[in-house]
């Protein structure tokens, strides 16, 4: 058996040519294991093998015939250089025992990756220096919960700012029915939980006093119930609740500190805990890296379609399985067709097939394999992470994930102890 390919763009074309004596014992081969079973399907003498062939050729269809093909060329393709991802059609091109075979199969190629540098790349670590919004937030934050802050009713104009302490009915102009009501809450009129009439009616009252007013709700407004609806607001204001805080500068006394010894202490604490944060999610940040370098700087040949039609396709069974949906069912819920969710996710589909490539070409580099042992070291691990049991763990991933998750695991461990850390 001889195994030519020829270099073209996706899809391949590989030839597999056999001899006639190759055909001839494959035939023989065929006739002594499969023929007594075709006979009971098609009764009748077989005395020569030329007769069987002659036979099969009429019936192209039959499933026997095609077990012999398929095996020829899967045989075939063992032999040629080339990483096959599947094989598209299959054309016979010559079936004679006097001269031979000749069998073509087009095929889609799992594409060829010359990686980039990933053993001496440099990481520029993100600052811990804390902005100075960061720094005034915590200081306000402080302030606000501090033993000498201090909560004061005032009897004043109400601003837009403002929380007030009130009560109020809410009733349909028409018939006088209520649809909302409180006693004596806390409105801070500045939360955006407020309807904007409701606000406009309350800004410019004075605190104490009471007030009817009539509200009318635009045809647009976001509550069906209140739309193109006139109300009646019966408010009672008590006061306007004031929070005083104290000085920095008293802050800093109450904790027996200098302001400057104050003000610092809140940039150690948010550097430290950017630091601590940082160290947490290192792993991530590295791989986050070491992937956006890898994807800029390796050479990966054309995807070919199907395979970005396989993984856009397990891409949405697996976002739709995680709802506990059918794809149809989550495309619906995300307000799109089963088509258009392909297409937005092509592009993620796509890059997932890269960074996949890249972690089998480092694994093939490096000699990474998996094995029982860190395969299952791994998936506990894993499974302690996400706090599910490892059957579900497994069950969710399958099988051909399961590869690829403990791959790329190793390949991270790698990145991690070969990269160089800049400050």
């Known amino acids: 058996m001889k195994t030519m390919h020829r270099a073209m763009p996706q899809p391949y074309k590989v ?15 065929f006739w002594t294991s499969k023929g007594p079973a075709l006979m009971k399907e098609t009764p009748g003498s077989w005395t020569k093998i030329s007769a069987l062939r002659d036979h099969l050729e009429k019936q192209e269809g039959n499933k026997l015939y095609w077990d012999m093909i398929w095996d020829w060329v899967e045989e075939g393709l063992k032999k040629v250089p080339l990483k096959i991802h599947r094989i598209i059609k299959i054309s016979i091109d010559r079936f004679d025992e006097k001269l031979g075979a000749i069998i073509s199969a087009e095929v889609d190629l799992i594409p060829s990756v010359k990686l980039g540098d990933y053993k001496n790349i440099k990481l520029q670590v993100p600052s ?170 390796s050479e990966i040949s054309p995807i070919p379609d199907s395979m970005v039609e396989n993984e856009t396709k397990a891409l949405m069974e697996n976002l739709a399985r995680a709802k506990g949906m059918t794809v ?41 394999t998996i094995d029982e042992k860190n395969t299952e070291a791994y998936l506990i691990k894993y499974a302690a992470e996400r706090g599910d049991p490892l059957d579900k763990v497994k069950a969710d991933v399958g099988e051909k994930d399961i590869s690829f998750l403990v791959k790329s695991y190793l390949v991270d461990e790698l990145l991690n102890n070969s990269v160089t850390l800049i400050q």
């Open 128 to 297: 811990f220096k804390p902005f100075p919004k960061e720094v005034e937030g915590q200081i306000i934050l402080a302030l606000n919960h501090s033993p000498l802050a201090v909560i004061q009713e005032l009897q004043q104009q109400i601003g837009r700012g403002d929380t007030v302490k009130m009560s109020y009915t809410i009733s349909r102009a028409d018939d006088n029915t209520v649809l909302q009501a409180c006693e004596k809450d806390m409105i801070n009129l500045a939360s955006g939980a407020y309807a904007p009439e409701f606000v406009d009616a309350v800004i410019g009252e004075y605190a104490p006093s009471t007030f009817t007013k009539v509200i009318h709700f635009p045809d647009n407004y976001k509550h069906e119930i209140l739309r193109g609806v006139d109300v009646n607001l019966g408010a009672e204001i008590f006061a306007v609740i004031k929070k005083i805080l104290p000085t920095e500068e008293e802050e800093a006394a109450r904790e027996g500190l200098s302001l400057e010894q104050w003000r610092l202490k809140f940039q150690t604490d948010i550097e430290n805990n950017k630091r601590e944060s940082f160290e947490i999610k290192k792993r991530d940040f590295i791989r986050q890296e070491v992937e956006k370098n890898l994807l800029a700087t």
């Open 328 to 368: 149809s069912e989550y495309a619906t819920g995300m307000k799109m067709t089963e088509e258009s969710l392909f297409a937005e996710l092509a592009y993620l589909a796509v890059r997932r097939l890269m960074v996949g490539l890249i972690v089998e070409a480092i694994c093939e580099a490096e000699g990474i």
């Open 15 to 29: 030839i597999v040519e056999l001899d006639d004596k190759e055909v001839k014992s494959a035939l023989y081969e």
